[in-house]
């Protein structure tokens, strides 16, 4: 591995270097999620039917649980680039061989919990009958690549730290490319419907994996395959704390999906399910943008606290800021200008019967955008600065305690129509939150009219 005086991560940007830094990472967020919403459009909802769709929905829990424990593991991330910062490159990238061959094992265990336990899990996710022979198929093959999924998730989190966001983007398209491919392949070609989509899945996690082993093998990355770390419990206990917010966020994602599908099948009917997923699906492409601007950014600030440079901190800080505020922007005005052309991807012969419900959900969705942005914002960048609790706190109330008080009291005020303000509503009542702790931290981090900047994690 190539030493070099300044690592990439640890360069001085100015706003419209750092924007062009964070592109690839934005872009490898969005295409990610919009090509897996267009792959549930032009396959599985027009070819197999909208109950499949909601199988997907009964499933996503599961998803969540997986991306929750990728999230956990890859906060060693923050740990690597603070290495990285105080020069100490050679135990950064100990760490980094350590926690990927540790995602491996737990996904291997995880693989054979959820073969052995299928029915039971689908059962208490909420299947019915309809969906229950739907969601069986795909997740009795999906068991046995859970490993590689986590591992190859982890991996992705760190070619940021490596040097090279532009390789995020690159394997990103690899992946979701040929899990089109083989979407068409499997699903429309041979006709083998859910089952289909599972191969096709696991080819691309197959590919994502070996691109990953092929790029950390190199000796040009800035963090790359050592020696694995003597003492995983030190490190586990070090590195998994940064990565609790995401942890959070993805496991209640999760527990919000579960408590949405089991109020959707109480107030309407599966095609209502349908519809509500492919909502959410859009909408999400649309907010991952921003996970890839802070995933981006991240990197940058923990290398500045492990240098300890206050003038580099204070600059990011704007620069986030200004940043968050022009992406806020421009992905309200791409949701407006595409996420009609988008549905109607997903309206054919077999789901021209929720056409409604998805325009109806479309003209939502918007309002919470701006909310969100500066929420995950706050809590990202508090968590790259290490302070694990401050972000934790946030993500808790945005992710746990308003995403589902507002998934369950809407719905008993308004129907099941009330389910399409829940987003914006939880994420209006979080800025209250995240304007109290980032005011809280003031002095800490040099943002205050004081100027002080303690720096202490806290």
Known sequence: MSQKETKTIGKDYTLPELIRFAIPAILNEFIFNLLYTLDDGLFITRYVGTTAESAFSII????????????????VAVLVARKMGEKKDEEASSDFTSIVLFSLLVGLILSLFEYSFKDQILMLLGSNEAIYPYAKSFLSINCFYVYLGICGSVMMRFYVSAGSPKMELFSTLMNVGSNLLFDWYFVVYKGIGMAGAAYANLIAN????TIGIIFYSSKKCEVGFVRPHSDMKALLKEGCKYGLPAFFSSLSVGVGALIANYAILRFGDENYLAAYTIVNNISFTFMAGYFGLFSATGPLLSYAMGEKNIVKLKRLYKQIVIATGLLVAVSIVMFLLFSDPIAVLFTGKAAANIKDLIVYGLRISPYGFLFFGYNVAARMCF???GNFRSSTFITVMQEIVFSNLTIIVL???FGVKGIWFAFAAANVLTLFVTLIVVYVNRDNYGYGKSGLALLVDR
């Open 383 to 385: 968590s790259a600065l």
């Open 206 to 209: 197959l590919i994502n994996v």
């Open 60 to 75: 996503f829990p599961v998803f969540m649980m997986h991306n929750a424990i990728s999230s956990l593991l890859s906060g």
């Open 411 to 413: 719905p008993l005020l």
